[in-house]
């Protein structure tokens, strides 16, 4: 089999359940839905009794509840069963390639690999084969860290993002296997659309997929020779978090007297992931919104408008106020807000003239008060309709953000690092990813 190494990829085996029912076995990325708990009481009305991946994860909605450590022990718990029951068919090494059809009538490409822990680092300006594209809070690693420690299996939720014009490592691996019977085929819960996947087993295509690394790595090696040939564009948490469960095993293997040899094919040291083409025509870029609670929002608002210099103005409704954040053709960068008081729902736009991405203005500004103001707390939605439904709440504000170009997208990381925490999301959230596949990890 081709060593893909030097590309900080290796081919996993991959594990997927006996006769799959999509629509009870796969869900949305646990980081989906955080202030919507109806969404995930459907998710396990939907799955009952039946073997689900929802029973495999820990949705981000019940992080701050008083059963964590009991909620996680279940997980663990429940991968064992599964691993030692009649759940899973024979793992199988190989890359998945997916088409994901999506409620908005989009088509999204993806392969799904194992990349090695030890060639990504989130740390600002980092230099590694695999970088992170926001900030990582350090603060969210360790809840995380307990999920991931010990846990028989792993499922990905985690994208990647290649620079990849000529569409080689993920559209045309995809024709050359797209002829055989898909290994899953279905439509996914709560209207999310359908999915389908294909094996990548076969020596030609896996040198197809070599060769195609190897242009991108080319393409992304500056003159120092440092290679930059992902970044993480859903995920960078969970990335961050395998990579530091990975650095502390490293560390108990070593104790243990275990050799180089041993700790190398550890399958810690890997992590699942689906690579996704930047110029793949089915991905969208979309802002992450805001939405602040228990905050003087009058004075919030003027507070970022003094700092991003912006002239307020009224909008009429939400829909107006979307259209005017949306705008491609105005000068500068536009904020929205909805705010509620008494009952009554206020549409302002905040224009400004700033010319760099609208979050790497708003986010400091939004740290800098909620820090000089005790009780305030921030939420990242994915969606502008859950963005203008809480802000029209008593109390609340919500913040729209305008859309992301991708355009020089690579470049821009690589000059200036990482942008702040929560700058975007790949398409609204329905179109996440949805677990599907596993595989083994402790």
Not at 283 to 303: C, G, M, Q, S, Y
Not at 326 to 341: C, L, M, S, V, W
Not at 344 to 370: G, N
């Amino acid at each position: 089999m081709i060593d893909f190494s030097q590309y900080g990829v290796a081919v996993p085996e991959i594990l997927l359940p006996k006769n799959i029912d999509l629509k009870s076995w796969a869900v949305i990325a646990c980081d989906q839905y955080t202030q919507d708990r109806p969404y995930w009481q459907k998710a396990a009305d939907i799955a009952g009794e039946k073997p689900s991946t929802l029973k495999l994860i820990f949705p981000e909605v019940y992080l701050g509840d008083s059963d964590k450590d009991e909620r996680i022990a279940k997980i663990k718990k429940t991968m064992g069963d599964y691993l030692s029951g009649d759940v899973f068919a024979n793992g199988e090494k190989e890359f998945i390639y997916i088409e994901r059809k999506t409620a908005y009538g989009r088509t999204r490409k993806g392969l799904i690999v194992a990349v090695d822990l030890d060639t990504y680092e989130w740390k600002p300006f980092s230099k590694a084969l695999i970088r992170a594209t926001e900030a990582t809070v350090p603060e969210r690693i360790p809840p995380r860290m307990k999920i991931r420690n010990g846990a028989p299996l792993e499922l990905p939720h985690i994208m990647l993002l290649a620079d990849d014009p000529d569409d080689a490592l993920v559209g045309k691996t995809g024709e050359l296997v797209k002829g055989g019977k898909p290994v899953y085929d279905g439509d996914l819960q709560q209207e999310s659309g359908h999915i389908t996947g294909w094996a990548v087993r076969d020596e030609k295509t896996f040198a197809h997929v070599e060769s195609a690394l190897a242009t991108i790595a080319k393409k992304g090696t500056d003159k120092d020779g440092n290679t930059f040939l992902f970044a993480v564009g859903d995920g960078n948490h969970s990335l961050a978090t395998a990579k530091a469960v990975w650095d502390e095993h490293k560390k108990t293997l070593a104790a243990q007297g275990k050799s180089e040899a041993e700790i190398a094919q550890s399958p810690v040291r890997y992590a699942l992931v689906e690579i996704v083409n930047i110029y793949d025509a089915g991905l969208t870029f979309e802002p992450i919104h805001r939405v602040i609670f228990n905050a003087d929002n009058a004075k919030l608002l003027a507070f970022i408008a003094q700092k991003v210099d912006g002239e307020v103005k009224a909008a009429a409704s939400a829909a107006e106020l979307e259209k005017l954040v949306a705008d491609k053709k105005a000068a500068g960068a536009r904020y929205g807000f909805i705010t509620t008081e008494g009952g009554k729902t206020t549409y302002t736009l905040l224009q400004t003239e700033i010319t760099d991405l609208a979050i790497a203005s708003l986010q400091p500004a939004l740290d800098e008060f909620i820090k000089d103001n005790s009780g305030i707390e921030i939420d990242y939605i994915h969606g502008s309709e859950e963005t203008v439904e809480l802000g029209s709440k008593d109390g609340q504000m919500g913040i729209l953000l305008p859309p992301i170009a991708k355009d020089s997208f690579f470049a821009t990381i690589n000059g200036r690092g990482p942008l702040p925490r929560k700058s975007f999301s790949m398409g609204e959230a329905s179109e996440k990813r949805f677990y599907v596949e596993a595989r083994k990890l402790f």
